[in-house]
């Protein structure tokens, strides 16, 4: 599978055990996306204390991109780290843990966010990996069927077209 990482993407996750290939880009949503599909499924990936500004002193540019990501088919969060640190206020902003977490419920309200709390960077590697795997395994059943249904020849007028 090959893989796009956002050319901002600081300290990218390593895939080289799942066989990916990864390519520098910009995309308009998240840091990960499957090539040929990053207007249709993207993940973005947060470390605690990214995750903890952008719920409050980066609101607003965080909200943004979430506003964005509502017309992607599949869309997530994934987080290095663990609920657990988020409840025992581990982590070095003053926000404290229930204004973090309510902020993490309304917005899987309003902007419909999957949040996966990964632990640590091999974590997150693992389920972007799997979660794009299984966008592209989905996406191509889909195509697959729309060739089979508009037939071979069809198929090719369009090809040639």
């Not at 419920?105 to 960077?121: E, K, L, P, Q």
């Not at 979660?131 to 060739?147: D, Q, T």
Request: charged content about 25%; hydrophobic content about 40%; proline content about 2%.
């Amino acid at each position: 599978m090959k893989i796009i990482c956002d050319s901002r993407e600081q300290a990218p996750l390593d895939f080289t055990r799942y066989g990916a290939t990864i390519e520098s880009g910009a995309l308009e949503v998240g840091d990960y996306a499957p090539v040929g599909l990053e207007n249709h499924c993207a993940v973005e990936r947060k470390s605690l204390p990214d995750l903890v500004a952008s719920l409050t002193w980066e609101r607003e540019r965080f909200e943004r991109e979430l506003r964005r990501s509502r017309g992607l088919e599949a869309f997530a969060v994934v987080i290095e780290g663990s609920l657990a640190q988020i409840r025992a206020h581990d982590y070095r902003s003053q926000a404290k843990p229930h204004a973090v977490l309510q902020s993490m419920t309304a917005f899987s309200c309003r902007y419909g966010v999957n949040w996966i709390w990964a632990d640590d960077a091999a974590g997150a590697a693992y389920f972007v990996f799997h979660f794009l795997r299984h966008y592209v395994r989905e996406a191509m059943g889909h195509y697959k069927a729309i060739c089979k249904a508009h037939g071979e020849a069809e198929i090719s007028e369009v090809k040639n077209g």
